[in-house]
């Protein structure tokens, strides 16, 4: 997947869900060890698609607190468009609550999926 970035909060939400059990491993809530192995493959896979992680900045921090005052977003989704808007103005999700951003071009994965949408 050439040039798809990985906003780094979009890793701390991830970590939240699974320590929550919002998400499951094999069915049942993580444990420490099942976070730590789970991160760990992920991260494999990440560098075998060459998929790079977006740090987190000062000027993505501002643009998501303009984003969540002028659009009503949570503090996760302020920081994935603030991310994307700073990078590409791009991004995956079937969150159709980033279309109502000027600036922002939201690709549905399963679109992605089945069509092949060129990133670049």
């Known amino acids: ?16 869900n699974l320590k929550a059990g919002n998400i ?9 060890r099942g976070i730590a192995r789970f991160f760990t493959d992920l991260n494999r896979l ?4 060459r998929m790079e992680i ?3 900045t000062c000027a993505q921090i501002a ?5 969540r005052d002028k659009h009503k977003l ?14 590409d103005s791009k991004i995956i999700s079937t969150d159709i609550t980033y279309d109502s ?16 949408t060129n990133l670049s």
Do not use: C, Q, W
């Open 74 to 87: 949570s503090f996760y989704d302020s920081h994935h468009a603030s991310s994307a808007m700073l990078y």
């Open 1 to 16: 997947m050439p040039n798809v970035k990985v906003d780094s909060l979009a890793l701390h939400e991830l970590e939240l």
């Open 63 to 67: 643009k998501a607190a303009d984003l």
């Open 54 to 56: 977006l740090p987190l």
């Open 101 to 116: 951003i000027e600036g922002l071009t939201r690709i549905d994965p399963y679109i992605l999926k089945s069509t092949r």
């Open 24 to 32: 499951l491993i094999k069915g049942r809530k993580a444990t420490s």
């Open 46 to 49: 990440l560098s075998l698609y």
